[in-house]
């Protein structure tokens, strides 16, 4: 689960970064693209 926890948070600071912010679709899709790895 630590794994699976830090991937996530590797994630959400990656749209948080600043990219998340400026194109709102982009953590979407990554969320979407990385959704089936973090399941």
Known sequence: MNMLGQLRQNVIDSVLDGTGI????????????????AI
């Not at 400026?22 to 790895?37: I, M, N, T, W, Y």
């Open 22 to 37: 400026r194109h709102p679709s982009s953590p979407e899709l990554l969320l979407v693209q990385l959704g089936p790895v």
